[in-house]
């Protein structure tokens, strides 16, 4: 067993793990961290994708000890219900996800991308996704929803809270 220490989404994290254990697994099992997905076994669907040092990685191409000492970020960490990241707010508004599986590493990819790249092209958006797999949406909405993020981030756009989001409730009836 070998003891890594990692910081994740700001919290020091640590564990004693066999070499062998992937990053995903470590995020998963060791620390509840179930946001971040695993969808295959090859390497190519993107859905455990995370920052690494604000660096875009599929977690499960690297052993947990070759992260250690380092800084991840997951799903859970970009934004909460209080106040969404604005990648997570677009993704809302513009639909882009159907059964949410892809989601999280989409949203860490665009976020990685943005990071990179402020203003991508619809292209350059496509490219920026590219090994993140989504077998629901067709990708239209996810370009626009990487689009409308651009923008609210370029505007400084305040973040939003689930609760501003939602629909009004219907007023009751008789009431
Ligand atoms: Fe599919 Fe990591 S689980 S790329
Ligand atoms: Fe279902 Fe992308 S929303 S896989």
Partial sequence: MRKVEIEVNGQKASGDVEPRVLLVHFLRENLG???????CDTSSCGACTVLLDGVSVKSCTIFAVQADGGKV??????GSAQALHPMQE???????LQCGFCTPGMIISAIDLLQRNPQPTDAEIREGI???ICR???YENIVKAVNAAARAIKNNEPRRSVRELLPPKPEKVGA
């Fill in 136 to 138: 629901c949406t067709g």
């Fill in 130 to 132: 590219s090994g993140n």
């Fill in 90 to 96: 677009a993704f809302w508004a513009e639909h882009g």
């Fill in 73 to 78: 970020t997951t799903i859970e960490g970009i």
């Fill in 33 to 39: 961290l179930t946001g971040t997905h695993v969808g």
